[in-house]
């Protein structure tokens, strides 16, 4: 099989009189082609090398494995996204052409698949079992509907395959093997490289590298052995690249720096026509990424920030990465753009212009010296020029996950570096490599401890916050684990804070006005509604929440005009169910009960549709299909409280006490503060004559803040 390898071998050089003879001591700095060498280590050895790499990779990123869901992104992407648990044709074609194929500002259906295989794989007994154990979840915890541990894993694993492909392409490519042991053993324990692989929503990072490493390597072995078929596979793994995220397009021209490293005629006619498949597929998806991106508002409008302040962010963007690949210093999920343009003082993004010209410098420089550390800063400025936001894309001005890829690049020129230091210096050969053992072991406490920070939504939005307080997503994020966590007050002023750095942050009203209505702050919650319709006049939730508020306070006539405006922008099942209940509660059963059968026709597992059906047919004298409907309701949540509570006031009517009691009972059990289900059992307690437990449950309602006169409870305590 006939390979090409470079060496740094002095070249024989025809030389005139008068000509410069340093010419052949620049030459000698220059890599050719040659044939290829034997591996200086067997095969077992470089996997044995190979093995320690990916177990040290392991440890580092073990904790992640118990780590939960964050809400930077992970609800949408696996907590209520449908199309994880549907496996029909028809799903699959609204991934891949339908309504679903633009997700959250993105085209990448086969990430979103690779999504639903674990969501499947996580749904065994066996895998929550030990998930469970693994966390040491105690025995008496309910089992989780989704739980993350399958989706850590398959990251991770994705990350060791990444890990090994990373030295088969620089072994493949440079048919050295110090150079290649030593990137992939930086690729694997890079810190900055934390997000992309403990982020479940980043999923599409490391399957779309996976590919796009893969489809490299098939490219090499295509010019070394001149074989189509690997022509071919090559094309085909980088279109499965390009459909787990767009930013693969980017291997087409990575491909233009391989053929010049290798000494190919890039204005050949061959070697033109081999890269047509490539650039198109490149266009073609780069236009799908853009389309995407718009649809999910990603994308800024190119006025809002000059060119010469895009020029700064970039600049700081790329002297940043290097930065935080060499020392993962101020490591954060959130770097944000500058608060306002009319705030900035550009002489504070001017200081990494200086760094930001002495990189192309030095890639000139190697130009005339090396071709490896050329091609390591060609590979790198290629992966990741589309993302120094020279087109502003998202709400930051540089992420970790961005430089997953490009790294390879950087980690080339670090090892080539290192090698040729030992090359040229013998006698620090074994300093350099304890050196190298020291840095190897610093990341990998770097990575185990960077791993931990995003154990939770809170820890990562705290760290975040911590190393920058401008990080206005966030706050708002901080604030809704907070919510999520009952700590309503904390949430309302995380929700200001963020409101304050952008206040037009529609969301951030949203949020607060949700935090604002659940401590019964209706008013408060209802401006805050105000605003975030103001700011997005098609923002249906926000219509919906502010129609509770308003019926809560008595106005089921605005409340109602709210859920038909609500409805009018989307058709959502809790929505009708709200619509229904405030029908209901005007007196219109009829439509009430139209309401929540549209609601259960269109989530026929909504527990809290059944039970408000059920409330509606009670009203209508329709018991019987009352009691039904609870129970339904009761089958799809047992812990559902107000569904046995209500079942238990049908059940009275229909002269059912022991029904009743039961039912409150159980209501009780699951919230022991529900006043009225205290009440309600009292008076069935007083029916059956048993007065001790009525008395009881009287005075527990009482306590528990239910206004009862005096009177009423003398006649509950004989």
């Known amino acids: 099989m006939a390979k090409k390898n470079y060496n740094t071998k002095e070249q024989p050089t025809k030389q005139t009189k008068g000509q410069n003879k340093n010419i052949t001591k620049q030459v000698e700095k220059i890599p050719v082609v040659t044939k290829p060498q034997k591996p200086s280590l067997s095969l077992i050895t470089t996997w044995m090398m190979l093995l320690v790499i990916v177990i040290m990779t392991f440890i580092a990123y073990s904790p992640s494995m118990k780590n939960e869901l964050t809400n930077w992104d992970d609800k949408a992407y696996v907590e209520e996204n449908t199309m994880l648990s549907e496996w029909h044709v028809e799903d699959f074609k609204s991934m891949f052409f339908g309504s679903h194929k633009y997700f959250m500002g993105n085209y990448h259906p086969l990430s979103i698949f690779s999504l639903s295989v674990d969501y499947h794989l996580g749904d065994n007994k066996t895998v929550k079992q030990f998930a469970a154990k693994l966390r040491g979840d105690k025995p008496t915890e309910k089992p989780r509907a989704i739980d993350p541990f399958i989706f850590h894993l398959m990251n991770v694993l994705f990350h060791l395959l990444n890990t090994i492909l990373v030295f088969w392409f620089i072994y493949y490519l440079l048919k050295k093997f110090d150079i290649a042991i030593i990137g992939a053993l930086l690729f694997g324990l890079s810190t900055i490289h934390v997000e992309s692989v403990t982020w479940v929503s980043e999923r599409k990072d490391v399957l779309h590298t996976f590919f ?116 993962p210093y101020n490591l954060a999920a959130i770097y944000p753009y500058p608060r306002a343009i009319q705030d900035i003082y550009p002489y504070q993004y001017l200081y990494y212009i200086l760094p930001a010209i002495i990189f192309p410098l030095l890639a000139y420089w190697a130009y005339k010296k090396n071709k490896i550390v050329t091609f390591g800063f060609a590979f790198f400025i290629i992966n990741i020029f589309l993302v120094l936001q020279l087109l502003p894309v998202g709400s930051a001005i540089m992420a970790d996950r961005y430089s997953y890829i490009p790294s390879v690049g950087y980690f080339i020129i ?153 409805l009018s922008l989307t058709q959502i099942p809790n929505m009708y169910s709200s619509r229904g209940v405030c029908k209901g509660k005007m007196g219109n059963l009829k439509d009430a009960i139209d309401d929540f059968n549209t609601a259960i026709r269109l989530k026929p597992d909504n527990p809290e549709a059944y039970s408000n059906r059920g409330l509606a047919n009670d009203h209508a004298g329709n018991l019987q299909q009352a009691i039904a409907d609870y129970t339904t309701s ?65 005075q527990m309602a009482r306590k528990l803040g239910m206004q009862i006169s005096d009177a009423e409870v003398a006649k509950f305590c004989k």
Not at 229 to 237: A, E, N, Q, R, V
């Open 634 to 698: 009761i089958n799809l949540n047992p812990r559902f409280a107000t569904a046995w509570a209500n079942r238990g006031i049908t059940k009275h009517r229909l002269k059912d006490n022991n029904g009743a009691v039961s039912d409150y009972t159980t209501a009780i059990m699951l919230d022991p503060k529900f006043v009225d289900s205290y009440y309600n059992r009292a008076y069935v307690y007083w029916e059956m004559k048993n007065y001790a437990a009525a008395c009881t449950d009287i």
């Open 212 to 327: 796009f490493l893969i489809s490299l390597i098939m490219y090499l072995k295509y010019i070394d052995t001149s074989k189509w078929k690997f022509y071919i596979l090559s094309i085909i793994i980088f279109f499965l690249s390009i459909i787990s995220k767009g930013q693969a397009v980017s291997l087409s021209v990575t491909l233009v720096a391989i053929d010049w490293l290798y000494g190919r005629k890039l204005l050949s006619r061959k070697v033109i026509l081999e890269k047509v498949p490539f650039f198109v597929l490149s266009i073609v998806f780069g236009i799908i990424a853009i389309l995407a991106q718009k649809a999910g508002a990603a994308i800024h409008e190119i006025t809002e920030y000059p060119l010469y302040m895009r020029i700064l962010f970039a600049s700081y963007g790329i002297t940043q990465y290097v930065g935080k690949l060499t020392i």
């Open 414 to 566: 670090f090892a080539y570096g290192f090698k040729y230091l030992i090359d040229k210096k013998p006698n620090f050969k074994i300093p350099a490599y304890i050196l190298l053992g020291v840095y190897a072991i610093y990341l990998s406490v770097a990575t185990f401890n960077q791993t931990q920070i995003w154990k939770d939504s809170t820890t990562l939005w705290t760290h975040t916050l911590e190393i920058n307080e401008d990080a206005l997503v966030g706050w708002n994020n901080l604030g809704s684990a907070h919510d999520k966590d009952n700590l309503k007050e904390r949430a309302i002023y995380d929700f200001t804070r963020a409101i304050a750095l952008k206040p037009d942050y529609t969301h951030a009203y949203y949020n607060r006005g949700t935090s604002r209505k659940d401590l019964n702050l209706y008013k408060d919650a209802i401006m805050d509604f105000n605003k975030a319709i103001e700011i997005d006049p098609s923002f249906a939730e926000a219509y919906h929440n502010r129609g509770i508020c308003k019926e809560t306070l008595g106005d089921l006539k605005g409340a109602l005009a709210d859920y038909n405006k609500g």
